[in-house]
Structures are given as C-alpha cells and as structure tokens.
C-alpha cells in the first residue's frame, strides 16, 4: 500500500512539472513577476492547459492559461500578451460579462475551450429572458471560445475577445 501511495505521488508531481514545463518562458516570467503565483495555482482541469494565438492582433502568440484561485478555488483563465508585463483575468474571482446580465468570477461551468479563428461570430440576442435571435459580429482578432456541455454538446458559453483595450464577451448559446 505504501508503495502504491508513493508511485501515486510521483506520478502526481511528475504530471504537475510536465504540465509546467510546456509553459513559454515569457508567460512564467510575468506570472512570478507579478506575484501571480501567491494567488493562483497553474491548472489543468481542462485540455489543453493553456491555448496559444495571436489575441491582442500584433502579429505575435500570446497566451491564455487555466488557474485556480488559491484562497477562493475559483477557476479562471490567465491571459498574457507576449512582450508585455501586463496581465488580464477572466474569473478566478475577478468578475468578467456583461454586467447585470452574463457577469460571472468563477468559470466552473466550463469544460471546453479553443481558439477561434478571426471573423464572423454570433451573438445571442435576449428579450426578458427568450432567445430572441441572433447578432453578427466581426471579430479582428483571433479569440477564445468556452462552453459548458450537456449530454457532450456544446450548450451554452461564450467568446472572450481583445477589443483593443480590454477583454470582452459575447454570449452564444442559451
């Protein structure tokens, strides 16, 4: 038994380097600059850990990165913009959406993510709480689209874009 607990504990450790060590010096580098790591713990409660793109549309990767809140143990997701110091948290106790309507701090909902491709994407439009339609909306960059899944489907979720100066969200699904 003892053995057995400790080939579990390895393989745990073991898990937790590789998982890091996949991680672009750069991102690592703004993530104990910042003390990050006194609040968050890096995360893989999805696949991928992480995503890499061209989010902020100046032609090189930036990355967005799955954390937990330490304190809170609410979930989130850590994006850095390559060449830059300055960090944008979606969850993980910071409250991001549309205030009043789509707001959340805690992305527990969710167990899918990806990159989506620069272009069209559409918006679901509400009236008293009915799906009413939807919006097209052109995005110049690519984005990050997060869902929650029912019976393995996609259900409801969103797409979190750079607008340019911030991160923002378009609601798509119920």
């Not at 919006?135 to 874009?161: C, F, H, K, Q, T």
């Amino acid at each position: 038994m003892k053995k057995l607990l400790l080939l579990f504990t390895i393989l745990c450790f073991t898990h937790s380097l590789s998982a890091q060590s996949h991680i672009p010096d750069w991102y690592l580098q703004v993530f104990k600059k910042a003390d990050l790591n006194k609040t968050y713990s890096i995360s893989s409660y999805i696949k991928p850990t992480y995503l890499l793109s061209d989010f902020s549309g100046d032609n090189v990767v930036d990355m967005a990165l799955l954390v937990i809140n330490k304190k809170s143990k609410k979930r989130g997701i850590l994006i850095v913009h390559q060449g830059f110091t300055s960090y944008y948290m979606i969850g993980a106790g910071s409250i991001f959406g549309k205030k009043g309507f789509d707001e959340f701090d805690d992305i527990k909902w969710m167990d899918g993510w990806q990159i989506n491709k620069k272009g069209i994407v559409y918006e679901t439009k509400f009236e008293g709480g009915d799906i009413v339609g939807s919006i097209p909306r052109n995005l110049n960059n690519n984005s990050i689209v997060v869902w929650e899944s029912s019976d393995g489907a996609p259900l409801a979720g969103g797409i979190i874009y750079w607008d340019g100066k911030k991160y923002r969200w378009i609601h798509q699904g119920e």
